[in-house]
């Protein structure tokens, strides 16, 4: 939808001068009382910059109502403006951030308001802290507004596993005098200035978001629906999320721990996994179960909460954008690690799936390849040619041309190819001058020199959303095993430590090893990978297929995918165990990975063990002057259907040039006060 010009002849014109698609469009921040004739003007200014449109960011100070019909028409004359000048106008869905609650218009109604189920020693009434919803974050603690959803007897062996739990009558006697009773309460998080006096939205609910769409898509669609697909290309939702979950620091510990939770989750939760009680076994989302007995019911939760979190959001807002021609993009909340996206969202690769557009959120200068690996394979496996990028936010006015070109090189190695440079201030005054610099817009010096950076990046997208990627190497994504042990951290910050620390090893390992691969999603392979299609020429996933398949260091696998991998096999297909075969299959003891392991190849979790066991399926080798093969590089490398191939180059860090400092140093001359000129 947005290239269209993707399979066409790439002529050097075309090259030279990309046209607005392949350009970047920031966050143009809106941040006062809008002035059309202001806002026209300075679109003027963006195209000077070398931009190809802009995002109508809603941020803090914006002095005119939201979704007012003075807002919406400032919303036209930039559209208009957008079309004169041949640029592209991105809508964005929300009154700040995180999206759902369209500034609090969807939460004024109790219904739609977040809940969280606060689990607790101290039942309502006793002396404890209430704690409102954090600013721009779906986190809240104890509110005292709630229900009682159940209560507990628990009894916690030395290790501070569950040495027993039972569900008992509020009121009841304890007949153990060694145990505590546990209570549950279901609530709504309170209000909070950051959501205008109301509070977030229930992403786990169909209906929130049902009416989430309709206060905000609904109202562009309205007024702009002739244009969708053209000059407004797609839609930007930013960092939905849910409740973030808690766990408790030590075992023992007497303190408040708040879950991502809704007024219908023990019906859905029941129907998708055969009758079971997720409420009766509530104790086990925060203790383990004792002699490393793996909790079903905690791995179940997980994975329920995250698919009735893509369900309501991802998947609803991009079937709506689907059904509008017009695209879903933008990124989720704490993509990085694998606690990050258990914390806030289940995990990133599930929510993909409904992007038209999927996108990352990379602030400072910060290098998270997995955070972009994640995006590029689902977009690959989508069949959508490039990723986006919110990129540059909180680097500060000393951030020069050098870094936003290092920056976005090694983001265009990892398939970001619509740029959006945050932020473009609309005005510097009052509360708008403190937010993160700098402004990518008239008020930098430098901004009639910008097209030198932009120009760079263009060209790159013309090419690198031509052809398709060439990728022989599909690894499947652990963090299904990592939600096994999301309890208190002094019985399980040791394991989960060291799984994160071997998901961006191997990231690192893969990448700077110049061996190019995509995450394989299991949640969603059911989805984009038949049986029936699966054969000695490669493992398809949807777009994609696979020679080989990484078996990560993973606990449990999915009946689903064990299933897929063993006609792969069969087939005559290369699978390689990365240490131990996971032990479980869905969170039950079972053989069958073990089994697996046995017929295929395996080599330890080490970096040059793996990148020589995937020898044969490198495409690019690259050696430096003493003969090494290179650690500091990444790369992109795409074919068309002709045969023609593109390779992009980049750097993977910042480069230090030694040279430069040393000119830089002689050019310094130190005075004193003293001194005389």
């Known amino acids: 939808m ?17 046209s607005s698609e392949y350009r970047a469009t920031p966050f143009w921040a809106w941040n006062n009382k809008l002035d059309k004739n202001e806002l026209v003007w300075q679109i003027e200014q963006l195209k000077k910059l070398g931009f190809g449109g802009f995002h109508m960011h809603v941020r803090t100070g914006m002095a005119t109502e939201y979704l007012s019909d003075e807002f919406i028409e ?4 930039c559209v208009e403006k957008a079309r004169t000048e041949n640029m592209l106008a991105w809508l964005y869905d929300e009154d700040r951030w995180p ?50 959803v159940a209560c507990f007897d628990v009894e916690l062996d030395r290790n501070g ?136 019911i905690r791995y179940h939760y997980h994975d329920h909460i995250a698919e009735r979190f893509t369900a309501a959001f991802a998947d609803q807002c991009g079937a709506w954008c689907k059904d509008h021609g017009i695209m879903l993009t933008g990124h989720m909340m704490e993509e990085p690690t694998l606690e990050s996206q258990t914390h806030a969202l289940g995990e990133a690769m599930r929510s993909y799936r409904s992007f038209q557009l999927p996108g990352i959120d990379m602030l400072c200068d910060r290098r998270e390849f997995t955070t972009a690996k994640q995006a590029q394979s689902a977009a690959r496996q989508n069949g959508i040619p490039g990723t986006l990028s919110e990129l540059y936010g909180v680097t500060g006015w000393n951030y ?43 008020q930098s ?60 090893s191997l990231c690192n390992w893969l990448l700077r090893g110049l061996v190019d691969f995509d995450y394989i999603c299991e949640s969603t392979l059911p989805r984009y990978c038949s049986k029936a299609d699966i054969g000695g020429q490669g493992f398809p996933v949807g777009e994609m297929s696979y020679q080989v398949i990484l078996v990560p260091a993973m606990e449990t696998m999915r009946k689903t995918t064990l299933e897929r991998l063993d006609l792969f096999k069969k087939s005559g297909g290369t699978i390689i165990f990365l240490g131990e075969a996971p032990r479980y299959i869905d969170a039950v003891p079972n053989d069958g990975a073990k089994k697996l392991r046995e017929a295929s190849k395996k080599t330890g979790f080490e970096r040059l063990a793996i990148l020589n066991a995937l020898e044969e399926k490198r495409d690019v080798e690259i050696r430096d002057s003493s003969g090494s093969r290179t650690g500091n590089l990444l790369y992109q490398l795409r074919e068309e259907a002709g045969g023609a191939r593109w390779l992009f180059i980049a750097h993977a860090d910042n480069p230090k040039n030694e040279r430069c400092d040393e000119l830089a140093r002689a050019a310094i001359k130190e005075l004193s006060p003293e001194d005389a000129f």
Not at 6 to 17: G, I, M, P, Q
Not at 74 to 77: H, L, T
Not at 135 to 142: L, P, Q, T, V
């Open 2 to 18: 947005l290239y269209p010009k993707r399979d066409k002849k790439l002529t050097a014109e075309d090259f030279k001068n990309p």
């Open 74 to 77: 400032s919303i036209r004359a």
């Open 99 to 148: 999206s759902g609650a369209a500034g609090g218009i969807v939460t004024k109604d109790p219904r739609f308001r977040i809940r969280h189920l606060l689990v607790t020693r101290k039942p309502y009434g006793s002396p404890a802290e209430v704690v409102a919803e954090k600013n721009s974050r779906a986190s809240s603690g104890r509110c005292e507004n709630g229900e009682l």
């Open 161 to 296: 596993d569950l040495a027993y739990y039972s569900t008992v009558d509020e009121k009841g006697y304890r007949e153990n005098a060694r145990s505590f009773r546990l209570y549950a309460y279901l609530e709504t998080a309170l209000p909070s200035p950051w959501f205008n006096n109301q509070c977030y939205a229930n992403t786990l609910d169909p209906a929130t978001i049902r009416e989430f769409i309709r206060v905000t898509y609904g109202a562009y669609d309205k007024h702009f629906k002739k244009d969708f697909g053209g000059v407004i290309p797609a839609i930007f939702t930013d960092e939905p999320q849910f409740s973030q979950k808690g766990t408790l620091n030590f075992a023992q510990e007497d303190r408040d721990v708040t879950l991502p939770w809704t007024f219908d989750i023990e019906e859905t939760y029941r129907a998708a996994y055969g009758g079971e009680s997720l409420i009766g076994g509530i104790p086990e989302l925060l203790w383990d179960l004792p002699d490393g007995i793996v909790s079903k």
């Open 400 to 442: 020069d041309f050098r870094g936003h070109k290092l920056q976005g090189d090694w983001q265009a190695a990892l398939g970001v190819t619509v740029r959006v440079p945050h932020l473009s201030w609309v005005s510097m005054n009052g509360e708008a001058k403190r937010d993160y610099p700098a402004s990518f817009n008239y």
């Open 445 to 504: 010096p430098w901004y009639k020199e910008y097209p030198y950076v932009e120009d760079h990046f263009a060209r790159l997208a013309s090419a690198l959303t031509r052809g398709k990627a060439v990728c022989r190497v599909g690894v499947l994504h652990p963090i299904e095993s990592y939600w096994l042990h999301w309890g208190a951290r002094e019985n399980t910050a040791s394991v989960r430590e060291e799984m994160d620390e071997k998901f961006l």
